[in-house]
């Protein structure tokens, strides 16, 4: 089983799990059949602090779904405001 590589967007405060110049998005290498909960888990992000997930721009709802070579993977924590 080889690696492959997505792009990795995170929104509102959880972008400051990147790098500050990264300003949200990162390309990484990863594992192949590597799952959304399992990138969750690499990147350090709980559940429960995630409101929206989307791969190529489809909201996903299956954190067990498996991650393709070349996916954008957005992903969004719950936010308020008014």
Do not use: H, W
Request: glycine share 10%.
């Amino acid at each position: 089983m080889g690696n492959i590589q997505i792009e990795v967007r995170l929104f509102a405060y959880l972008r400051e799990l990147f790098p500050p110049e990264s300003r949200g998005v990162k390309k990484v290498e990863v594992k192949e059949c590597l799952t959304i909960d399992n990138l969750m888990d690499e990147i350090g992000i709980v559940e429960k602090e995630i409101m929206i997930v989307m791969i190529n721009g489809v909201r996903k709802l299956d954190y067990n779904e498996s991650l393709k070579e070349g996916d954008r993977v957005s992903i969004f924590p719950p936010v308020g405001g008014g």
